[in-house]
């Protein structure tokens, strides 16, 4: 079997450490692991199947010879350095916001649109981790009733917003929050109404990202509208669901069609207290739906509530998910 040269950039970040553990345990085919970061982690080690990897400051030419490049180390980043690892012959596979939305460049959760995947030129995006766990479900029940709108509120962890959102809280809980801060207030105690900046029209762009990239990836218009919520939650996003359909369906059928799609387990009997939880997803890779129930205020409705770990399906487990379809082949 061949084995292939993997790049991590960002790889001492929430994302970028989780990827090398994923590329592991899932056994990818590496030949050679090149691990790049800043500046600051230059010759800091990280354990690879047993053996311990430098981390090398990120340059250009740190690309020669790879063939996948995983980017999880910001927009700016991935904007400078994704086209220099192209150039030098590798697949990229980025998890910044940089290409999402470019109309060339092809925005893939496998589960949904994995033939997409084939038509990249050198660069493939990995959504925003909310929409991620979102359209892993949405796309089976489109297909089965046809969606006329959604309406979704998150509750998302702070390692969403990276090590440092994770620092701020445990800073809070600990030592009274003295370290610097991520977020604009307090987290720990708290829920932000807030993720990422805020455009004119009143929305962040965190739930911009949520309208825009969910209609890309169905490859369709989706009515979606959305509140991102940020919580002092140590890893998962959980979100509140509402979807309305075109065409008639019962609790029942939701449940059927989820307990079957790729990538969903249906963890749903809420008064024997089973539902999902983000301590029930941490370190999982499947996304977790339940509290699935009609809602009667509309033809045809439905309210369910949708759980992944967002640091590996929402990121690291999707972009390998990507790099072994490459290497499957259609
Ligand atoms: N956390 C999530 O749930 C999630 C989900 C989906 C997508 N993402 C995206 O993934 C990316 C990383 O997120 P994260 O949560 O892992 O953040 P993080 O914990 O803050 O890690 C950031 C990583 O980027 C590296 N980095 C920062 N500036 C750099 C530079 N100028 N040159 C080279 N490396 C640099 C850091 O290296 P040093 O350690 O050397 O500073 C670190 O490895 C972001 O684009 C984020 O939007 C995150």
Redo the contacts with the bound molecule.
């Keep these: 079997m061949k084995h292939y040269n993997v790049a991590v950039?960002?790889?001492?970040?929430?994302?970028?450490r989780t990827m090398v553990k994923v590329l592991e345990e899932r056994q990818f085919p590496v030949d050679e692991l090149v691990l790049?970061?800043?500046e600051?982690?230059a010759g800091k080690e990280i354990m690879f199947n047993g053996k311990p990897v430098k981390v090398q400051k990120?340059e250009g030419d740190r690309f020669k010879g790879v063939e996948f490049a995983l980017f999880?180390?910001?927009?700016?980043?991935s904007l400078e350095y994704a086209p220099k690892a192209v150039a030098h012959g590798a697949v990229v596979i980025d998890?910044?916001?940089a290409f999402r939305m470019d109309e060339k460049i092809p925005l893939v959760v496998p589960e949904v649109n994995r033939k997409e995947i084939f038509r990249n030129t050198g660069i493939i995006a990995?959504p925003?981790?909310s929409t991620i766990q979102l359209v892993v479900v949405l796309k089976p029940l489109h297909d089965a009733f046809g969606i006329k709108r959604v309406v979704v509120s998150t509750y998302q962890s702070v390692?969403?917003?990276?090590?440092?959102g994770l620092d701020q809280l445990m800073d809070e809980l600990s030592n009274g929050g003295l370290r610097e801060k991520k977020f604009p207030h307090p987290i720990a105690y708290n829920a932000l109404p807030h993720i990422d900046v805020f455009f004119d029209d009143g929305y962040s762009k965190e739930e911009w990202k949520m309208m825009k990239e969910t209609s890309k990836i169905m490859g369709e218009p989706i009515k979606l509208t959305a509140t991102t919520v940020r919580v002092p939650v140590m890893g998962g996003h959980s979100e509140s669901v509402n979807i309305e359909f075109e065409k008639p369906c019962s609790a029942d059928e939701v449940r059927n069609i989820l307990s079957k799609a790729s990538g969903v387990i249906v963890q749903d009997d809420p008064k024997k207290n089973v539902y999902p939880m983000p301590i029930l997803a941490k370190d999982r890779d499947e996304v977790f739906v339940g509290r699935i129930r009609k809602d009667d205020t509309v033809k045809s409705g439905i309210n369910l509530w949708v759980v992944a770990d967002?640091?590996r399906k929402?990121?690291a487990t999707n972009a390998v998910q990507i790099a072994e379809v490459l290497v499957k082949g259609d």
């Design positions: 950039v960002g790889a001492t970040g929430l994302v970028g790049l970061a800043s600051r982690s990120l999880s180390a910001g927009a700016n980043v998890n910044s916001s990995n925003n981790c390692t969403g917003a990276g090590q440092k967002n640091v929402g990121a």
